[in-house]
């Protein structure tokens, strides 16, 4: 179920044509083609995506990681509905990424 429900709207707002090229803005329905494990507690629920389970999203991942100080990304989050008591749609999350100098990340073990 969850799988299928959890949506990834894209955006490149500033960036190179080619990277605005193959990242694209079409709404994703992420559980369809990367893994995607989930963690629940009482005070939360975390949804990770792990790009490295689809060869296409680890060549995109690969060309954006060269541009990321020239880049700034919109990502808005939803949940897919897909009966009409589900709709319309409605974001539950946003983020936006500016410039980001991935010399200076943590490495998750």
Known sequence: YRNERFKLIPSIVEGNFIV????GSTPAVIGNKLRQPYFKTPK???LDIDVT?????NRVTGLVLGFTKKLIVDMSFLVE???GHELPERLFGACRLSFVD??????LV
């Open 44 to 46: 939360y629920f975390e």
């Open 20 to 23: 605005k090229q193959a990242v």
């Open 53 to 57: 389970s689809s060869a296409v999203a």
């Open 81 to 83: 509905g897909k009966h």
């Open 102 to 107: 991935m010399a200076h990340a943590k490495k």
